[in-house]
């Protein structure tokens, strides 16, 4: 009897033969198809541990909680695929593998080498390349996972590439079960060229919140900014609608400590502005202002000497300004991400759309004048 291959294998194959050409004619074509499977995988990884392990455990992230795990065994596999496709790329990782090394580690060292091996062999999907170390007996040695962790310490600075790893984005919106991201970019003699968010509890469709959820955000620079749902289905491109002044409104973090809420209803009130902030963790914002849920994210400093990591929003950068929006610091000056693992000094954040971004700059600027006002007259 002839036999018959396997549909899914025949699609796997032209899916690759398709994906070589397009990556001989689009610039950073390979880079995005490993990111977004990376990150795909990394999503897979959190999301089991929060059903498995988050709702059984008591929760902090200083007692090597789920979420500790989730971090590691999560950077362990983006940075073991990363390494598998680029191996002279440095890292910029959020976690380091020091203290998994130590004896007395030896109990969460386990429990993320056996999450991020679940996660790295599972099979392959569409998309995926078992030349990334991935599929099904591709497990790594504790060893070799460690190293991956520890890949993530490089210093960043102005040349070449370099990619950053955030592995879980939004610790707290993570622990509730609301919103958090898996992040990674890519970034070339400081600007961003790539960047991914992977929102495994975002609605892939915002005007119906109950429906399905797990979205992911890609941008390549010059490109264009999409979404997709996280197995790679409908993909659509994204573009930042027109507010007008009277509907605009601001995304913004649950945590006050993450950036003032008092300051930013100030701004709200010299723009006159009457709908409440939407409010959430992580990356997420930016994915959501990408796509109209928000006409503006503000992030202002609350704590003095605080520095922004560049994993924090080198993604979200390059998502906004692909989707034809404005990302600055309150002075209007771009984010500079050659400055090493942080943005330096901290000037806040001011992501818009293309038409109301100068509108709010101006009003951050003005709340600003009246802040140091008011401190100088006491």
Aim: proline share 6%.
């Amino acid at each position: 009897m002839r036999h018959v291959r396997p549909v899914f294998c025949l699609l796997h194959r032209f899916y690759f033969q398709s994906s070589k050409a397009r990556a001989m004619s689009l610039p950073y074509e390979t880079e995005k198809q490993l990111a977004v499977a990376a990150v795909r995988r990394a999503c897979g990884l959190t999301s089991s541990v929060f059903n498995k392990l988050v709702k059984n455990e008591t929760l902090t992230k200083n007692d090597k909680s789920p979420v500790t795990v989730g971090d590691y065994a999560a950077q362990a596999v983006i940075s073991t695929m990363l390494y598998h496709a680029f191996p002279a790329d440095p890292i910029v990782g959020e976690e380091d593998a020091a203290e998994l090394r130590e004896e007395s580690g030896a109990g969460l060292r386990d429990r993320i080498v056996a999450l991020a091996n679940e996660a790295l062999t599972g099979e392959l999907g569409f998309g995926d390349n078992v030349e990334w170390g991935i599929g099904p007996g591709q497990e790594k040695t504790t060893a070799q996972l460690l190293d991956a962790i520890d890949r993530g310490n490089h210093p960043g600075g102005r040349s070449g590439r370099m990619w950053t790893i955030d592995p879980i984005d939004g610790t707290k919106g993570f622990l509730r079960g609301e919103q958090y991201a898996v992040c990674l970019s890519l970034i070339v003699d400081a600007q961003v060229q790539l960047g991914v968010i992977g929102c495994p509890n975002l609605p892939v469709d915002p005007s119906k919140p109950d429906s399905a959820r797990g979205v992911i955000f890609v941008a390549v620079k010059g490109h264009g900014a999409e979404q997709m749902t996280l197995s790679g289905a409908n993909p659509a491109p994204l573009r930042i609608p027109i507010f007008p002044p009277a509907e605009i409104n601001f995304l913004e973090s649950v945590e006050a400590a993450h950036s003032s809420h008092y300051f930013n209803a100030r701004v709200s009130s010299i723009l006159g502005i009457t709908h409440p902030p939407v409010r959430m963790d992580s990356q997420a914002k930016y994915g959501c202002l990408a796509r109209g849920e928000g006409a503006a994210y503000l992030r202002m400093p609350t704590v003095v000497g605080y520095k922004e990591k560049i994993w924090d929003h080198a993604p979200g950068v390059v998502l906004i300004e692909e989707a034809g929006g404005v990302v600055t610091d309150s002075r209007g000056l771009p984010l500079d991400f050659g400055l090493g693992r942080t943005l330096g000094g901290n000037f806040g954040v001011v992501a818009a759309g293309m038409d109301v971004h100068a509108l709010v700059l101006e009003a951050v600027q003005k709340a600003q004048a009246l802040e140091t006002g008011a401190k100088a007259k006491v």
